[in-house]
């Protein structure tokens, strides 16, 4: 399985923005979509997960709660996260990645695609 993230861009606070994660092959019920950010100089970390099989089962980074929301499409085979009243602090590139369990853990995650990048003006 492979994954490519789009959809960033240049937004002011406040702003939103939707991010995209396609897969190309088939994913499985036991699967963890993750979506992971990077800011220049600071260590990649977790922002939200879903499991495959349900809309029902996400987790996310307190950092994002509430203001984030992360979704799947089984017949687009694409995962996506809705960013809501962005921060300049969520400036990042922004990866997805799967994984075989609901782990902020980016060592548990394989698959990483190109990332997409996010700039949140003040």
């Known amino acids: 399985v492979q994954l490519q993230a789009s959809g960033g861009g240049f937004v002011q606070a406040g702003g939103s923005l939707r991010l995209s994660c396609a897969a190309s092959?088939?994913?499985?019920?036991?699967?963890?979509i993750g979506w992971f950010r990077q800011a220049p100089g600071k260590e990649r970390e977790f922002a939200a997960a879903?499991?495959?099989?349900?809309?029902?089962?996400?987790y996310y980074a307190d950092s994002v709660k509430g203001r984030f929301t992360i979704s799947r499409d089984s017949a687009e085979n694409a995962v996506y996260l809705q960013m809501n009243s962005l921060k300049p602090e969520d400036s990042a590139v922004y990866y997805c990645?799967?994984?075989?369990?609901?782990?902020?853990?980016?060592?548990?995650?394989?698959?990483w695609g190109r990332g997409t990048l996010v700039t949140v003006s003040s």
């Open positions: 092959g088939r994913l499985f019920s036991s699967h963890v």
């Open positions: 990645a799967l994984g075989s369990s609901a782990t902020t853990r980016p060592q548990e995650y394989r698959n």
């Open positions: 879903i499991r495959w099989n349900t809309n029902r089962l996400t």
